[in-house]
DNA sequence: GCATGATCATGC
DNA sequence: GCATGATCATGC
């Protein structure tokens, strides 16, 4: 039976899956073709939900590699899972899987050359509704997204690409993250105990890998059809959200996004806060416990409140954190992230998909301000702290599993219902272990409740020691270490 | 002196 | 009223 949209036109393709819409594959399917009974079908053979719908919804023949799924119109067909939370809203579930990285292959093939940029510049994206137990044809699609990769995000994407093909060219497939990279990163794919590959420069095996855009990525494009207020958008015709972005696309041209931050900054060494704020025309109050912070927002934000507000940093998912070193070395205060959403914790189903898992990934941002002696007389009843580097930084995969143990605890508590404070065996700073639980909340009255039993728990965080913190900066700082600190 | 629990200014 | 990005305050 015909299907009433144009192959060779991007627009047609994208307006033909309103059909799929608030539909099953299955029902979707049906409503062409009463003939087609995805119940005998679907469950057999191989491939994803996206090739289901290219092949019965879309009743278009499935082609490899390295071509778009549909090659006249440059379309690649996405589909991805949405989960909904507690509050009923939708989350992104996972990174969206674009290419496979053969490590023997990609080291000799550009980034224009690359399946990933013949693919996936312009995408229609899929949304639908995770559900456990259900069959591929049964889950329900939300919303369609027909998404250009704007020259911009190309550039950025561009610089990724040639940081994990330069970390293969060095041998060091095996420690790649997906906290090295800002939109498109190299995410482990497989299950645990799936076999090694091979590197070309280096004689240790690696873990499978495929490049992908980052949760974070994905979550503006779930916030921009959200923000449409429709099923469908495209942001090929119109704008997407008004943002503000930090830095140009000529810039871009001829420096890296980190680089060009890190002169920002650097500006200013050797200021205290206060210098620092004051030349900005900035009012911080001394009692203001994120004074530091706030003063590192309005160097790079210029009036903006948050690092989120900013485009380069929403889709990047970075996360910015002050540092204070005294001027022994120590740090002054360990380090906390978010509160830890026991709720989440409960739902989610793996490791990989949790959000302690996204923040040890990311790609961290550290500014580091040092103790120095002062005699000036406003400092007489504070230590003064300069700014003194900028420190991009991710977490080795080496770490990684020691964070997967720390989560596997936290989440051994939630499900045993230990989480209030006589019961739980959380890993403790003394223990360490590098990271540890700790309360963050209003006051000690401001409780959570426990998702399994009800009752009243405690706010807490999830914490970096301030040893860990100082590993990061010691092997940020190499020999210039030694140098500035220890001799005190 | 440090680990741990408690709390704060701010902004939405 | 609560999350954020932290620092403060205490008690061992």
């Known amino acids: 039976m015909d299907r009433d949209y144009n192959p060779q036109s991007a627009q047609s393709i994208f307006h033909f899956s309103y059909g799929l819409l608030h539909k099953s594959l299955a029902e979707a399917v049906m409503a062409i073709d009463p003939n087609i009974n ?189 923000a449409s207020g429709k099923d469908m958008a495209t942001n090929t015709d119109i704008p997407t959200l008004e943002e503000m972005e930090l830095v140009s696309k000529e810039e871009l041209e001829t420096s890296s996004f980190e680089d060009i931050l890190i002169s920002r900054i650097m500006k200013f060494k050797g200021l205290d806060y206060k210098q620092i704020a004051k030349s900005l025309d900035l009012e911080i109050s001394s009692g203001d416990k994120s004074r530091y912070a706030r003063t590192v927002k309005e160097v790079l934000l210029k009036g903006l409140k948050d690092f989120e507000d900013a485009e380069e940093f929403r889709k990047a998912g970075i996360i910015v954190k002050t540092v204070r070193v005294e001027t022994n070395g120590n740090i002054k205060e360990s380090m906390s992230f978010e509160n830890i959403d026991y709720d989440e914790v409960l739902e989610v189903e793996e490791w990989t998909e949790s959000r302690w898992y996204e923040i040890v990934t990311s790609r961290f941002m550290f500014v580091v301000f040092r103790a120095i002696s002062s005699n000036l007389h406003e400092w007489r009843n504070e230590t003064r702290y300069v700014l003194d580097k900028v420190i991009f930084w991710t977490m080795p995969v080496e770490d990684l599993s020691n964070a997967e143990m720390y989560w596997e605890n936290i989440r051994m508590n939630v499900l045993s219902d230990t989480l209030q404070d006589a019961d739980n065996s959380f890993w403790k700073l003394a223990d360490n272990r590098d990271f540890h639980v700790r309360p963050k909340a209003q006051t000690s009255k401001d409780k959570y409740l426990s998702p399994i039993s009800n009752k009243e728990i405690p706010k807490k965080a999830y914490w970096f020691n301030r040893g860990y913190v100082k590993k990061i900066l010691q092997r940020a700082y190499g020999t210039e270490w030694g140098k500035i600190f220890e001799n005190h």
């Not at 690649?76 to 009923?88: A, M, S, Y």
């Not at 510049?121 to 250009?148: C, D, P, R, T």
């Not at 420069?201 to 495929?210: E, H, L, N, Y």
């Open 38 to 226: 995805l119940e005998n079908i679907a469950n057999k053979g191989k491939g994803g939900l996206g090739q289901l719908v290219e092949k019965y919804f879309y009743g278009y023949d499935l082609n490899s590699n390295p071509e778009a799924d549909f090659p006249e119109a440059g379309v690649e067909l996405k589909t991805t899972p949405l989960k909904k939370n507690v509050k009923g809203e939708f989350l992104i579930k996972e990174r969206l899987v674009c290419d496979m990285i053969d490590f023997c292959e990609i080291v000799n093939v550009s980034f224009e050359e690359s399946a990933f940029y013949k693919k996936c510049v312009l995408m229609l994206i899929l949304f639908y509704l995770h559900a456990q137990g259900k069959s591929l044809h049964e889950l329900e699609f939300l919303f369609s997204v027909l998404w250009k990769l704007k020259d911009k995000d190309l550039l950025i994407i561009k610089h990724d690409y040639e940081i994990i093909v330069g970390k293969i060219k060095a041998g060091k497939a095996h420690e790649l993250s997906e906290g090295d990279t800002m939109y498109l990163g190299a995410c482990r794919k497989g299950q645990k105990g799936d076999a090694l590959r091979r590197q070309p420069f280096s004689d240790i095996c690696a873990p499978k890998r495929a490049f992908a855009l980052k949760p974070a990525y994905m979550r503006t494009i779930l916030e921009f059809i959200l």
